[in-house]
């Protein structure tokens, strides 16, 4: 936890860290709704950042379920064959580096919604967002953000679609 002395301005502690964990640039951005207190630094700056779209995903799924297109106990089937976004061409995600691997042995077979949507927040697994995604669609997931009024963030494709990231 970052304890704050008090003398010393908040930013200058935030970039103090920002350099002893040699971050190439950090980020903070608050507002206190009872307070109206309001800090940024570098908050209005543009970062790839992967695992937000995941709090996105869970919105989506959340919805869904309130407008009846799906319940949480429902099951998916477990693949791990997505498409791109930029070329149609097909990408498969690495078991070692998901944070979920043991989700990768149900693959062939069916997983509850609830399971993927734990998964997705609690372990943060790739595999389970893009399945969910897949399911969602991306444009149901953007029509989501746009109607919570969520400005900045931007929802093009599933996690680990590198031909999409490259392209932009």
């Given at each position: 936890?970052?304890?704050?002395?008090?003398?010393?301005?908040?930013?200058?502690?935030?970039?103090?860290?920002?350099?002893?964990?040699?971050?190439?640039?950090?980020?903070?951005?608050?507002?206190?709704?009872?307070?109206?207190?309001?800090?940024?630094?570098?908050?209005?700056?543009?970062?790839?950042?992967?695992?937000?779209?995941?709090?996105?995903?869970?919105?989506?799924?959340?919805r869904a379920a309130d407008?009846?297109?799906?319940?949480?106990?429902?099951?998916?089937?477990?693949?791990?064959?997505?498409?791109?976004?930029?070329?149609?061409?097909?990408?498969?995600?690495?078991?070692?580096?998901?944070?979920?691997?043991?989700?990768?042995?149900a693959i062939g077979r069916?997983?509850?919604?609830?399971?993927?949507?734990?998964?997705?927040?609690?372990?943060?697994?790739?595999?389970?967002?893009?399945?969910?995604?897949?399911?969602?669609?991306?444009?149901?997931?953007?029509?989501?953000?746009?109607?919570?009024?969520?400005?900045?963030?931007?929802l093009r494709r599933g996690?680990?679609?590198?031909?999409?990231?490259?392209?932009?």
């Amino acid at each position: 936890m970052l304890s704050v002395d008090v003398t010393t301005p908040l930013n200058e502690e935030l970039e103090t860290l920002s350099s002893e964990s040699k971050a190439r640039v950090i980020a903070v951005a608050l507002h206190d709704l009872e307070s109206g207190l309001r800090f940024s630094l570098h908050g209005d700056r543009w970062f790839h950042a992967a695992s937000t779209i995941k709090v996105v995903v869970l919105l989506a799924i959340f919805r869904a379920a309130d407008e009846g297109r799906l319940r949480l106990d429902d099951s998916l089937h477990v693949r791990n064959r997505f498409i791109s976004a930029a070329d149609g061409s097909s990408f498969h995600l690495n078991r070692d580096s998901d944070a979920m691997p043991e989700l990768y042995q149900a693959i062939g077979r069916t997983t509850k919604i609830s399971a993927l949507a734990e998964g997705m927040i609690a372990s943060s697994s790739n595999l389970a967002t893009n399945l969910l995604l897949d399911f969602l669609g991306v444009e149901y997931a953007r029509n989501v953000l746009r109607d919570a009024g969520v400005e900045g963030v931007e929802l093009r494709r599933g996690v680990e679609d590198h031909a999409a990231h490259e392209r932009g």
